[in-house]
């Protein structure tokens, strides 16, 4: 395991107080790290397929106690954030396309590339300056969960909604020039009317794929803005094992969040029936 990844994580556990060599590798030998890493990897397979991630190798309680205690946290905070994403990029997607207006229109593009080009973390630094140091507006860290939730969800939001606000707005320009709009429009609906109540529905389609692609990317950019904001999710908690070299929770941390991911990007596959019946009945 030190060919892979520098330092033990038996000897982090004893570097407060240190053990003899006998010590070491019976530990070692207690938490299986002294057979083959393809031994290791197996084992690890066959308790996971019973519900057993493993215990923690510093605290010593089961894996899955450890991470559902954050769990939900975090889930909270990428959830609240797709939900600003999803707001900020259909909102303003739908007003690029309804308004026809330069300056609007230049102003949403320059507003959607700036924040494409800045890492989340890097704007959660900047709403920290601006509505708690400068303005006063939210406390920097507060006992009230809510509160502290609100610069962490727009940090990953509105950086998640950029990029839906641009395919929000070429896929209502594409939907636009089809011909059951252009009999809308002669049917004499008004241009809100046909935005909102025909094309906007059949423009959501690849919208929601992307973002359930995009929850995937909150529950991973959630562990640095989890530290920049002290939330406490499962992102302190990868960090602390990371340093640690808790190898258990980490390999708990990837498998659910990877599990996460895949459960919601099929709920999103079911709804595609609902937006678009075709997928279900093609022909």
């Known amino acids: 395991m030190r060919l892979l990844i520098p330092g033990d994580p038996v000897e982090t556990l004893f570097a ?12 070692r030998h207690e938490l299986g790290l002294d057979q083959p890493l393809p031994i290791q990897y197996f084992n690890y397979l066959a308790n996971v397929v019973q519900g057993d991630l493993g215990k923690s190798l510093i605290t010593r309680r089961p894996v899955l106690s450890e991470i559902s205690e954050r769990y939900l946290k ?19 997607g739908v007003v690029a396309v309804w308004i026809k207006n330069r300056v609007l229109n230049t102003g949403l593009t320059a507003l959607n590339v700036v924040l ?16 708690s140091l400068q303005l006063g507006w939210l406390p920097v860290l507060s006992d009230n969960p809510l509160v502290q939730l609100i610069l962490p969800a727009l940090s990953l939001g509105l950086v998640s909604g950029a990029l839906l606000s641009r395919v929000v707005k070429a896929e209502l320009l594409e939907v636009m020039n089809q011909d059951y709009i252009k009999t809308a429009q002669a049917k004499g609906l008004t241009h809100r009317a046909i935005l909102i109540r025909h094309a906007l529905k059949n423009a959501l389609t690849p919208v929601l794929t992307l973002a359930g ?71």
């Open 16 to 27: 407060q107080q240190p053990a003899t060599a006998e010590v070491i590798a019976e530990v």
């Open 74 to 92: 975090t889930v909270l905070l990428a959830g609240v954030g797709l939900t600003i994403a999803l707001i900020f990029g259909i909102g303003s």
């Open 116 to 131: 494409l080009s800045m890492p989340s973390f890097w704007l959660g630094l900047l709403l920290l300056d601006w509505f």
């Open 213 to 283: 692609l995009q929850f995937g990317g909150l529950m991973g950019g959630a562990i640095i803005i989890e530290n920049v904001f002290a939330w406490p999710g499962l992102g302190q908690l990868a960090v602390q094992a990371i340093n640690q070299r808790d190898y258990p929770i980490i390999q708990g941390l990837v498998l659910l969040t990877a599990t996460t991911y895949v459960a919601v990007n099929t709920g999103v596959d079911l709804l595609y029936h609902w937006l678009d019946p075709r997928i279900q009945n093609p022909g």
